[in-house]
C-alpha cells in the first residue's frame, strides 16, 4: 500500500455480502422443514415463518440508518493514496469471517423444524432479504450524492462486518464511476458494445 494510503472496502458491498447467504441457506432450511410434520404442524409453521419473514426484513433493513445516515453526512473525500479493494474481495472476507455463524444458524434452523417446521428457515431468508434491502437503500442514497461510500478495512470487525460499528468514525467517498461496483453493491455490468 502507498505511503499514507488507506485499503478502504464499499459500504454498501459489506452490506451485501451477507444477503445471498443468509437467503439461499434460509430457503433451503423452509424447503426441508416442511418436509417434517413438527410439533406444530406444517401449517402453523408456514404462517409462523411467514411472520417472522416480514419482521426480520423490516428490522434488518432498517436498523442502524441513522448512523449510516450521519457517517454518510460526515465523508470525506478519499485521498490518492487509498486502494479501494475490489468486490469479490470484500465479500470473500465477509463469507469466510461468517461461514462458522451461518452454518450454526443453518443446523439450528434445521433442528427447529422439527419443533415449527420452515419458521427459522424463513427467519433466515428474512434477513437475507432485509439486507439486500438495506445495501439498496445505501445505493439509492449513493446516486442521490453522487458518491460511492467507502470504509477503513482495519476499522471494520475481525470478521469483515459492521461498516457502522463502534470502530467507524468516518466514511470516505469517491467517484459514482470508481471501483468494480455499481451503487448498492451489486456488480458493475459491463459496457454495452455499440
Given at each position: 500500500?502507498?505511503?499514507?494510503?488507506?485499503?478502504?472496502?464499499?459500504v454498501?458491498?459489506?452490506?451485501?455480502?451477507?444477503?445471498?447467504?443468509?437467503?439461499w441457506?434460509?430457503?433451503?432450511?423452509?424447503?426441508?422443514?416442511?418436509?417434517?410434520?413438527?410439533?406444530?404442524?406444517?401449517?402453523?409453521?408456514?404462517?409462523?415463518?411467514?411472520?417472522?419473514?416480514?419482521?426480520?426484513?423490516?428490522?434488518?433493513?432498517?436498523?442502524?440508518?441513522?448512523?449510516?445516515?450521519?457517517?454518510?453526512?460526515?465523508?470525506?473525500?478519499?485521498?490518492?493514496?487509498?486502494?479501494?479493494?475490489?468486490?469479490?474481495?470484500?465479500?470473500?472476507?465477509w463469507?469466510?469471517?461468517?461461514?462458522?455463524?451461518?452454518?450454526?444458524?443453518?443446523?439450528?434452523?434445521?433442528?427447529?423444524?422439527?419443533?415449527?417446521?420452515?419458521?427459522?428457515?424463513?427467519l433466515?431468508?428474512?434477513?437475507?432479504a432485509?439486507?439486500?434491502?438495506?445495501?439498496?437503500?445505501i445505493?439509492?442514497?449513493?446516486?442521490?450524492g453522487?458518491?460511492?461510500?467507502?470504509?477503513?478495512?482495519?476499522?471494520?470487525?475481525?470478521?469483515?462486518?459492521?461498516?457502522?460499528?463502534?470502530?467507524?468514525?468516518?466514511?470516505?467517498?469517491?467517484?459514482?464511476?470508481?471501483?468494480?461496483?455499481?451503487?448498492?453493491?451489486?456488480?458493475?455490468?459491463?459496457?454495452?458494445?455499440?
Open positions: 500500500m502507498a505511503r499514507g494510503g488507506q485499503g478502504l472496502a464499499r454498501a458491498v459489506v452490506v451485501r455480502a451477507g444477503a445471498a447467504p443468509l437467503w441457506l434460509g430457503v433451503l432450511a423452509a424447503g426441508i422443514g416442511v418436509l417434517v410434520p413438527g410439533l406444530t404442524g406444517r401449517r402453523i409453521g408456514v404462517l409462523a415463518g411467514a411472520a417472522l419473514f416480514v419482521v426480520a426484513t423490516a428490522v434488518v433493513a432498517s436498523v442502524r440508518r441513522k448512523r449510516y445516515t450521519a457517517l454518510a453526512g460526515s465523508a470525506v473525500r478519499a485521498g490518492k493514496h487509498d486502494v479501494l479493494q475490489d468486490r469479490a474481495v470484500t465479500v470473500r472476507n463469507r469466510r469471517g461468517h461461514r462458522w455463524w451461518l452454518l450454526l444458524a443453518f443446523l439450528a434452523a434445521l433442528g427447529s423444524a422439527f419443533a415449527v417446521p420452515a419458521a427459522a428457515g424463513l433466515m431468508a428474512g434477513c437475507g432485509g439486507l439486500w434491502l438495506k445495501s439498496a437503500w445505493g439509492r442514497r449513493e446516486e442521490a453522487d458518491a460511492l461510500l467507502w470504509v477503513r478495512v482495519d476499522w471494520l470487525a475481525r470478521d469483515a462486518g459492521r461498516p457502522a460499528g463502534r470502530a467507524v468514525k468516518a466514511y470516505r467517498g469517491t467517484g459514482i464511476a470508481a471501483g468494480d461496483a455499481a451503487p448498492g453493491g451489486a456488480k458493475r455490468k459491463a459496457p454495452a458494445l455499440v
